[in-house]
């Protein structure tokens, strides 16, 4: 039987973040057995690890699949597998080696012990959408255009994987997320979009945000780090934040599990640097 561990990342208790299903021995495996594996743990994503072909002990094959389909990359399962791993084998450096590319991870402890983890995304980039496809998107969530912020134009932005990014002029329209699923999955499909990432912006460095996800199968994404590593970059390119800069997402606050992502830009690193903590859930 195959051990199938359940964590949360982004929060430090299980109540809140987003839940992820960690398998740290996934040898054997085939595409169909962690398909139906992610289907029946019924999280967004589940990882699976395999070990390196390579003699370093503390690099590893990672995989995510979500209830439906593989998905290249996933932030939250990152962070969750890293500290369940660090539980095990001690914390440091991890480098876990994805379809989207190379993810090195760090994780540390605070004084009271609780982890941290780090990781560092593939470089990223941005596009503005196309007309046609933004009109979609928009009545797909039933939102109007007079209802975006204008300061922060949309963008499909890319850190692993691709991510509509679409700014709410105000915290109600945000709040009020009730979509047509089979109409934005479609849309999705046709643009090999991972979520979408609502935004509303509550300071300079302070944002709160959505991730509808029909794609995989999943209403909505509780803590999304991979879309945070990809509004990151786009925030960066457009001038949103300085290019040192520290950003906070609130995410799965309207969905009562809510997390905390730090996004981290640093001079001359082209990467983007999600942090956060994650907890076991029995």
Known sequence: MTDVLRYTAFSATPEG????GVVLDAQGLDDARQLAIAAEVGYSETAFLVPSDTEDTRTFGIRYFSPEAEVAFCGHATIATAVALAERIGPGDVLFESPAGPIPVSVTRDAEGTPLATLSSVAPHSAPPERADLDEALAALGWKEDELDPDIPPRVAFAGNNHLVLAA????????????FERLKSLMVRLDLTTLQLVWRESADVFHVRDPFPVGGVVEDAATGAAAAAFGGYARESGLVPEDARLTLHQGDDMGRPGVLTVELRPGDPRVHVSGTATRIA
């Open 17 to 20: 973040g987003n839940p992820a």
């Open 169 to 180: 002029a105000t915290r109600e329209r945000l709040a009020a997320l009730d979509y047509d």
